[in-house]
C-alpha cells in the first residue's frame, strides 16, 4: 500500500473513531436524562403520595413535605446542588459533568410532573411497583455512567473518611432517613420504605447487568475430545479447557467452560446424558455475556 494511501486510510478511520465515541456519549447522556425522569415518575407517582421515605435526598425531602410542606423539588434542589460541590471537592476525579446532569433532571421531572393525574397511596403497591420504576431509572442513568448524586455522594465522602464499604456507607446514610421517616410516619411506613429501598437494589442490578438467559457451563470429564467435538459441532460454540485434580481419586482431569443460550443448554443436557453420562456438568445462569458469539458476531476461520 502507497504511503498516500496509508494516511488517508488511517485518517478516515480516526474520523470514524470520533464519530463513534461521540455517538457513543450522546446515547450515555440521553440514557442518563431518561433514566432521571423515571426516578423522578417514580417518586411523583408512587412514593410521595404513599408517604414512602425510602432513603436518599427524595426521603428527605418527603419528610419535610410531610411536616412543612416544602416542594420536594426545590427541596432537592438546595440539597443536590450544593451537595455535588462539596463532592466535587473532595472527592475530585469521580464528579462529572454526566453526575451534574442526573442531579438537575430528578428534581426537574418532580417539578414539571407535580400534578400528575394518577397516582398510587397505597404503601405496598408503592413499594413494590415504585421500587421497579426506580431501580429501572437509577440502572438506566448507572449504565449511561452517570448518577443522580444526592445522598449517594454523602455515601462516597463516609466511605472516603472512614474506611467503611461503599454498601455500608449506603446503608448508613439510607438507614438514618428510614429511621427518621419511623418517627415522622409511622414504624409500618419505615418498613415499606425498607422494602422499597430491596427492591430498587434489585431491580438496579437486573439493569446494569442485563440479566440473561445464557448459561454458563461447567463439564468435568475424561473425555474432552469426545465433548469438544460435541460443543464445538453440534451447537457451534467455542470453549476453554482448564486442567484440575479430581479431590475424592486425585486424578488429573479436563474442566470445559462454556457458554450457551437457554434452549443450546437444553440441547447440549440431553446430548451429554445419553452420550457422556459419567461427565460431571454445572449449569449456572450468566448475568452478562460479552465477547464473540453474544455482544459480538460469531467468528468462522476459513481454510486457505
Known amino acids: 500500500m502507497l504511503r498516500w494511501q496509508w494516511y488517508f486510510l488511517k485518517k478516515g478511520l480516526n474520523t470514524i473513531l470520533k464519530l463513534t465515541l461521540q455517538t457513543k456519549l450522546i446515547i450515555e447522556y440521553l440514557s442518563i436524562i431518561f433514566g432521571a425522569a423515571l426516578v423522578g415518575l417514580a417518586y411523583n407517582i408512587f412514593f410521595l403520595p404513599a408517604r414512602l421515605a425510602a432513603g436518599g435526598v427524595s426521603g428527605i425531602s418527603t419528610i419535610l413535605y410531610e411536616l412543612y410542606q416544602y416542594n420536594p423539588a426545590y427541596v432537592q434542589w438546595l440539597i443536590n446542588i450544593p451537595v455535588f460541590f462539596i463532592g466535587l471537592m ?65 455515601a462516597q465522602i463516609v466511605k472516603k473518611f472512614t474506611g467503611l464499604s461503599s454498601g455500608y456507607s449506603q446503608l448508613i446514610v439510607d438507614g438514618l432517613v428510614v429511621i427518621t421517616s419511623a418517627f415522622v410516619f409511622n414504624l409500618e411506613l419505615a418498613l415499606y420504605a425498607m422494602m422499597a429501598i430491596y427492591v430498587t437494589s434489585k ?29 464445538k459441532e453440534e451447537i457451534d460454540r467455542g470453549l476453554t479447557k482448564i486442567r484440575s485434580i479430581g479431590g475424592f481419586s486425585n486424578q488429573e482431569k479436563t474442566m470445559i467452560f462454556c457458554v450457551v443460550e437457554q434452549q443450546e443448554a437444553v440441547y447440549l443436557k440431553k446430548v451429554l446424558q445419553e452420550q ?18 453474544f455482544s459480538l458476531s460469531k467468528f468462522h476461520e476459513t481454510a486457505r
Not at 430528578?106 to 394518577?118: E, G, K, L, Q
Not at 437486573?206 to 468435568?220: A, E, M
Not at 457422556?276 to 458469539?293: D, K, Q, W
Request: aromatic fraction near 10%; charged fraction near 15%.
Open 276 to 293: 457422556e453420562p459419567a461427565s460431571f456438568v454445572v449449569f449456572l445462569n450468566a448475568s452478562e455475556i460479552l465477547g464473540r458469539g
Open 203 to 231: 431491580v438496579i442490578d437486573f439493569v446494569q447487568l442485563q440479566t440473561s438467559p445464557s448459561k454458563l457451563v461447567l463439564i468435568i470429564t475424561e473425555q474432552e475430545e469426545k465433548i469438544q467435538t460435541i460443543i
Open 90 to 154: 473532595l472527592l475530585g476525579k469521580d464528579f462529572s459533568l454526566k453526575t451534574l446532569v442526573g442531579t438537575f433532571f430528578v428534581p426537574f421531572t418532580i417539578w414539571i410532573s407535580s400534578d400528575i393525574p394518577f397516582t398510587i397511596d397505597n404503601p405496598l403497591l408503592a413499594a413494590i411497583y415504585g421500587g421497579i420504576l426506580l431501580g429501572i431509572g437509577l440502572g438506566i442513568v448507572y449504565r449511561g455512567k452517570g448518577s443522580t448524586g444526592g445522598l449517594a455522594t454523602v
